[in-house]
Nanobody, 118 residues
């Protein structure tokens, strides 16, 4: 199982970023997936999740209306479109399997850093 996140960077407050997660080593379309983030000196925090078919999504309250999770099952890729970014969104972002109806499993990628600062 491999999960490779990309698309992070440094943006000003109010800016946007689109994260991607390229998956391999498992049947992508059979798994619910989530984005989890970890800020410095804090524990992991679930941000958003999507069901296997992509027609149901869930969000942490603080990102509702600003973040959109989506997936491309034909290309085994998970996305997180983030807009109206705030300094409190600064964190290392990971894509993971599970997080909605199942617990997050042990396969994590290296993460992609998002820094929101003026």
């Amino acid at each position: 199982v491999q999960l490779v996140e990309s698309g992070g960077g440094m943006v000003q407050p109010g800016g946007s970023l689109r994260l991607s997660c390229a998956a391999s080593g498992f049947t992508f379309s059979e798994y619910e997936l989530s984005w989890v983030r970890q800020a410095p000196e804090k524990g992991p925090e679930w941000v958003a999740g999507i069901n296997p078919s992509g027609d149901t999504t869930h969000y942490k309250d603080s990102v509702k209306g600003r973040f959109t999770i989506s997936r491309d099952n034909a290309n085994d890729t998970l996305y997180l479109q983030m807009s109206s970014l705030q300094p409190e969104d600064t964190a290392l972002y990971y894509c993971v399997r599970g997080g909605i109806t199942t617990t997050v499993d042990d396969y994590w990628g290296q993460g992609t850093q998002v820094t929101v600062s003026s």
